[in-house]
């Protein structure tokens, strides 16, 4: 059964910096892409930042130039650099995993069926 454990939120203010780690393990098939997701309240989760095991990274726009996503080769451990923090960066910041065997970039939820629980990041003004 694949967990994913999440690490490195907190309360930070406005223009900090933050970096989240995702550890991953049981395994059973390799996953080639993984991503961190946010949901603030009220609204509904959104894809941040996605690499695959070549690489390749994803963001939205939204963290572009600020937030950088990395890992190890086998995305056994994922990494969620955040710098410049702003008050809407305040979430729940969800880990997840992809498909086994399958390699793309993506933000959509419905490709991801693995997911951590959570760690809370809030950003006061």
């Known amino acids: 059964q694949v967990q994913l454990v999440e690490s490195g939120g907190g309360s930070v203010q406005s223009g900090g910096s933050l970096r989240l780690s995702c550890e991953a393990s049981g395994y059973t098939e390799r996953t080639y892409y993984m991503a961190w997701f946010r949901q603030a309240p009220g609204k509904e989760r959104e894809g941040v930042a996605c690499?695959?095991?070549?690489?390749?990274?994803k963001y939205s726009d939204s963290v572009k130039a600020r937030f950088t996503v990395s890992g190890d080769t086998a995305l056994k451990t994922l990494y969620l650099e955040m710098n410049s923090l702003e008050p809407d960066d305040t979430a729940m910041y969800y880990c997840?995993?992809?498909?086994?065997?399958?390699?793309?970039?993506?933000?959509?939820?419905?490709?991801?069926?693995?997911w951590g629980q959570g760690t809370q990041v809030t950003v006061s003004s």
């Open positions: 690499i695959t095991s070549h690489g390749k990274t």
């Open positions: 997840a995993a992809g498909n086994p065997w399958v390699l793309i970039l993506s933000l959509e939820e419905t490709d991801f069926p693995y």
